[in-house]
T-cell receptor, first 114, second 112 residues
Framework: EPEVTQTPSHQVTQMGQEVILRCVPI?????FYWYRQILGQKVEFLVS????????KSEIFDDQFSVERPDGSNFTLKIRSTKLEDSAMYFC????????????FGSGTRLTVV | DAKTTQPNSMESNEEEPVHLPCNHS???????IHWYRQLPSQGPEYVIH???SNVNNRMASLAIAEDRKSSTLILHRATLRDAAVYYC?????????????FGKGTLLTVNP
């Protein structure tokens, strides 16, 4: 069964450093998402991406965050200057079409900011 | 976003059926009912979704009330691997409603 692949599975970074989280969505999917989950809390929406542009972003997704689909297969989330509160699991998800489809999530990247 | 209400936790025994309820009294006519589950230390996993009619797949069945204000996820024979948090989510069909808004879900414990 097709999978959404995320790398790395775990990343430790120093506060203030830039990190890039990588995702390879399913190849025929058109809509891409990033979610995050702080330990013990709910899964939160960050951003959605369609047709090479952001279609919606949450309040969490401030100027420190950016997304790219640089080569038609990878989908990246960049955090420019990490803060301690950015420590969380980050999940990438993709969906084939707009309406009658289920989302496929990756297994996540655990980001630890020290 | 339209909201759903689920019990915080439920318990089941292995090899018995499990019925996980979800109330969504403010559902709109174009909202799809999605169910996902999250096993410990893993990403959410799609289980099933539907609009008006009951749905079956290899993982589960989804029973949707006639007025669509509630639904039930049915696991026909629970296994230990079904122990997870189950999320019932309404997904809109227009523009910014494409995202999923997760609640706290129902923590399902399966006893051997």
């Amino acid at each position: 069964e097709p999978e959404v692949t995320q790398t790395p599975s775990h990343q430790v970074t120093q506060m203030g450093q830039e990190v890039i989280l990588r995702c390879v969505p399913i190849s025929n999917h058109l809509y891409f998402y990033w979610y995050r989950q702080i330990l013990g809390q709910k899964v939160e929406f960050l951003v959605s991406f369609y047709n090479n542009e952001i279609s919606e972003k949450s309040e969490i997704f401030d100027d420190q965050f950016s997304v790219e689909r640089p080569d038609g297969s990878n989908f990246t989330l960049k955090i420019r200057s990490t803060k301690l509160e950015d420590s969380a699991m980050y999940f990438c998800a993709s969906i084939q079409g707009a309406l009658n489809y289920g989302y496929t999530f990756g297994s996540g990247t655990r980001l630890t900011v020290v | 976003d339209a909201k759903t209400t689920q019990p915080n936790s439920m318990e089941s025994n292995e090899e018995e059926p499990v019925h996980l309820p979800c109330n969504h009294s403010t559902i709109s006519g174009t909202d799809y009912i999605h169910w996902y589950r999250q096993l410990p230390s893993q990403g959410p996993e799609y289980v099933i979704h539907g609009l008006t009619s009951n749905v079956n797949n290899r993982m589960a069945s989804l029973a949707i009330a006639e007025d669509r204000k509630s639904s039930t996820l049915i696991l026909h024979r629970a296994t230990l691997r079904d122990a997870a948090v189950y999320y019932c989510i309404l997904r809109g069909s227009g523009g910014s409603n494409y995202k999923l808004t997760f609640g706290k879900g129902t923590l399902l414990t399966v006893n051997p």
